[in-house]
């Protein structure tokens, strides 16, 4: 792996200008839209903004379109559980992410080939009520030996506590959002 990864991600689940222009040109920008249906014209003006302005762009569940468009990478998400993504089909500057939330998810986070882990809910989120917390984080992420990005509730108030985490960096939603 030649390429520099980023340690901070945001999602982006529309493309909006403003939006991406606003995120700090070192944040990794992961496109996920699971309600709406993505055209391939859709991702490739995103993809095309992105690289006149300088910023990471990574595709969420579809490796294959991924690929085929020269994205910097993608990002399989906890539910994805296929096996069957070919290593040897994919460029070698291409970053495969992924999202765990227990040991059995990094584990088949590993037989998919991830180089970048995220694990989560570091916090406590809309979706999750008990977030792992540092203690339980930090025992998790030894149990994946390459970067791990802490992801879910990290706000305002708990971002301090992020040095106390085992993680190579952090991801965030409504923290950058809200920043704007």
Do not use: W
Request: with cysteine; glycine share 6%; proline share 2%.
């Amino acid at each position: 792996m030649h390429t520099k990864i980023p340690n901070t991600f945001t999602f982006i689940s529309q493309f909006k200008k403003e939006e991406i222009l606003s995120f700090n040109k070192n944040i990794g920008i992961i496109f996920r839209n699971y309600k709406n249906k993505i055209t391939k014209s859709d991702i490739i003006k995103i993809k095309q903004f992105c690289k006149i302005n300088n910023r990471k762009f990574y595709l969420a569940n579809n490796i294959k379109l991924a690929v085929n468009l020269n994205l910097n990478g993608a990002y399989i998400p906890s539910f994805n559980k296929n096996l069957g993504i070919k290593r040897y089909s994919i460029k070698k500057d291409f970053i495969l992410l992924g999202s765990a939330h227990n040991i059995f998810e990094i584990r088949t986070k590993e037989k998919q080939g991830i180089e970048v882990l995220f694990l989560s809910p570091l916090f406590q989120t809309k979706n999750y009520k008990q977030g792992l917390g540092v203690y339980k984080f930090n025992i998790l992420t030894k149990f994946f030996k390459k970067k791990i990005i802490a992801l879910g509730g990290i706000n305002e108030k708990n971002i301090r506590k992020l040095k106390n985490a085992n993680a190579y960096g952090f991801s965030g939603i409504s923290y950058f959002k809200n920043k704007f």
